[in-house]
T-cell receptor, first 116, second 111 residues
Framework: AQTVTQSQPEMSVQEAETVTLSCTYD???????LFWYKQPPSRQMILVIR??????QNATENRFSVNFQKAAKSFSLKISDSQLGDAAMYFC?????????????FGTGTRLQVTL | DAGVIQSPRHEVTEMGQEVTLRCKPI?????LFWYRQTMMRGLELLIY????????DSGMPEDRFSAKMPNASFSTLKIQPSEPRDSAVYFC?????????FGQGTRLTVV
């Protein structure tokens, strides 16, 4: 079974600075998808960024980018120019590309605090 | 599209009562997931459907929990009888490919 590990329960960053959230996963599959979700205090789960395992290029969405290291099974999220609105829980997630086994598995989350 | 719609947003019920949570997925999505979130256990996958068929219900905690998807635009999660330890936020999510999109959740409190 696939597992997702987020080893940082909490992180803090100053406004306008850069922060990196870590995620590792375990799988025997070669084709899969990885995601970062944001959950602000409103509890809405928001899809921030996605990465296809077959793509070597790291995904980028505005101030959010990932560092995908397939061999190391690592998938970190970098937030640049942090804003107060970035404060939230961030969840890393894995999904198999096999259509018959395509559940979404989440890590335990990292709580990000943004300070002035 | 209005996104994934869950109802009710909040539910308070007494122990022993039946609770039904509802979900309308995004049109065209072929996967539907039910998750439960608590402080202690985080996000737990309860069950998921593909083309209205349950694929994996191994996360359903007990026989008190049941889920149905009678058609592509509607799903229910039922708890009967409810217990205080069922108190949590229940999310429904749907997807076509890759990432899933979540509803706003139902906060269930069983007293």
């Amino acid at each position: 079974a696939q597992t997702v590990t987020q080893s940082q329960p909490e992180m803090s960053v100053q406004e306008a600075e850069t922060v990196t959230l870590s995620c590792t996963y375990d799988t025997s599959e070669s084709d899969y998808y990885l995601f970062w979700y944001k959950q602000p205090p409103s509890r809405q789960m928001i899809l921030v960024i996605r990465q296809e395992a077959y793509k070597q290029q790291n995904a980028t969405e505005n101030r959010f980018s990932v560092n995908f290291q397939k061999a190391a099974k690592s998938f970190s999220l970098k937030i640049s120019d942090s804003q107060l609105g970035d404060a939230a829980m961030y969840f890393c997630a894995y999904r198999s590309a096999v259509r018959t086994a395509s559940k979404l598995t989440f890590g335990t989350g990292t709580r990000l605090q943004v300070t002035l | 599209d209005a996104g994934v719609i869950q109802s009710p947003r909040h539910e308070v019920t007494e122990m022993g009562q039946e609770v039904t949570l509802r979900c309308k997925p995004i049109s065209g999505h072929d996967y539907l997931f039910w998750y439960r979130q608590t402080m202690m256990r985080g996000l737990e996958l309860l069950i998921y459907f593909n083309n209205n068929v349950p694929i994996d219900d191994s996360g359903m905690p007990e026989d008190r929990f049941s889920a149905k998807m009678p058609n592509a635009s509607f799903s229910t999660l039922k708890i009967q009888p409810s217990e205080p330890r069922d108190s949590a936020v229940y999310f429904c999510a749907s997807s076509f490919r890759q990432g899933a999109f979540f509803g706003q959740g139902t906060r269930l409190t069983v007293v």
